[in-house]
Antibody, heavy 121, light 107 residues
Framework: QVQLVQSGAEVKKPGASVKVSCKAS????????MHWVRQAPGQGLEWMGW????????NYAQRFQGRVTMTRDTSISTAYMELNRLRSDDTAIYYC??????????????WGQGTLVTVSS | EIVLTQSPGTLSLSPGERATLSCRAS???????LAWYQQKPGQAPRLLIY???SRATGIPDRFSGGGSGTDFTLTISRLEPEDFAVYYC????????FGQGTKVEIK
């Protein structure tokens, strides 16, 4: 069965960096783009970007350009999201999610369990 | 960036009632790129609808989606207790965005 298992919770100081991992299993990792979505406490979903695990190509939301880097290691079927220069308003749950492209359209069909990143001095 | 505005913010209904949720886009989008998700407290979102009207695997047929252009709807024909949750629309263009969500709560 398809599973996305993310790394554990992190506590960081303002200005630091965080790197969250997302290990995929149950399918061919390089066949599906991976998206990253975050959710601040009590707030809605915010799209951050995607990575093509096959080519390593990326597309980031404009508001994260220059601060986020998405990478992958195909040998261990794992995607990574690194966010730099953390601020208190980066405190959120970070999700990875696989996108499936069906005949009628795309959708994020499998999600990781989420990783809570807390930014606090 | 395409902005998605969902209404109402909160919908208070009783089990068995019909729920109609709206998602309006700031510019026209292809129905192909419109999806809906359900999120319950403490859980990751779940894909309900893709391509504006196609149900994802395992989604009951009481959930239906429709619309085109800038106006899309998610309808739950008869609310079951497990349907009380927050619902998000998403457009999957070159720069995907989510709506701010509609909370469906028990009246």
């Amino acid at each position: 069965q398809v599973q996305l298992v993310q790394s554990g919770a992190e506590v960081k100081k303002p200005g630091a960096s965080v790197k969250v991992s997302c290990k995929a299993s149950g399918y061919t990792f390089t066949d599906y783009y991976m998206h990253w979505v975050r959710q601040a406490p009590g707030q809605g979903l915010e799209w951050m970007g995607w990575i093509d695990p096959n080519s390593g190509g990326t597309n980031y939301a404009q508001r994260f350009q220059g601060r986020v880097t998405m990478t992958r290691d195909t040998s261990i079927s794992t995607a990574y999201m690194e966010l730099n220069r953390l601020r208190s308003d980066d405190t959120a749950i970070y999700y990875c999610a696989r996108v499936i492209v069906l005949l009628a359209g795309p959708g994020l069909d499998y999600w990781g369990q989420g990783t809570l990143v807390t930014v606090s001095s | 960036e395409i902005v998605l505005t969902q209404s109402p913010g909160t919908l208070s209904l009783s089990p068995g009632e019909r729920a109609t949720l709206s998602c309006r886009a700031s510019q026209s989008i292809s129905s192909y790129y419109l999806a809906w998700y359900q999120q319950k407290p403490g859980q990751a979102p779940r894909l309900l609808i893709y391509g504006a009207s196609s149900r994802a695997t395992g989604i009951p047929d009481r959930f239906s989606g429709g619309g085109s252009g800038t106006d899309f709807t998610l309808t739950i024909s008869r609310l079951e207790p497990e349907d009380f949750a927050v619902y998000y629309c998403q457009q999957y263009g070159s720069s995907p965005t989510f709506g701010q969500g509609t909370k469906v709560e028990i009246k």
